[in-house]
């Protein structure tokens, strides 16, 4: 299970820099094109790895104290991590521009449409890793109790 945190401690500021290094390209550009496949591609795999990591801490939200801070930066923390890739895809699927199959059609009120959940997902990008720098913080400072801060995360196994 650590492997799973550390892997997406790994991809998340991946994600983030991609996100922000593609969207200099040109458009056309075959590069932003590979790109934009791997950032979908890793963002579906971010989900399902949110997904996960939410069903474990689930599962042990008794043995897992935390404060009230630490209670609404996760909140934030994996709310966004869930919500982001559905805004990519809602790009994805309604943007002809980066590679998607347009459902919606070419019309003014799609690129209107497309171009507010491309807004959001820029914003709430930038968000996820001020929250990622909130969460390493918390995660590396001591509890209350005195308690290592990497026992409180997860199990030894």
Excluded at 113 to 132: D, F, I, K, M, S
């Amino acid at each position: 299970m650590r492997r799973l945190h550390w892997l997406m401690a790994l991809l998340l500021p991946s994600m983030v820099g991609f996100g922000l290094y593609f969207g200099s390209l040109a458009r056309g550009s075959a590069w932003k094109a590979l790109l934009l496949d791997l950032h979908a591609v890793l963002g579906l795999l971010l989900f399902v790895l949110a997904l996960t990591r939410l069903w474990v801490r689930h599962r042990l939200a008794a043995q897992l104290p935390e404060s009230a801070i630490a209670r609404f930066t996760h909140r934030l923390f994996y709310g966004l991590m869930l919500v982001l890739p559905l805004l990519g895809l809602g790009v994805w699927a309604s943007d002809p521009f980066v590679g998607g199959p347009a459902l919606l059609g070419r019309d003014v009120w799609v690129g209107n449409l497309a171009e507010r959940l491309h807004q959001l997902h820029y914003l709430g990008a930038w968000l996820l890793l001020l929250t990622l720098l909130a969460h390493v913080a918390g995660a590396f400072s001591r509890s209350r109790t005195g308690s290592h801060p990497m026992t409180r995360m997860l199990p030894p196994y």
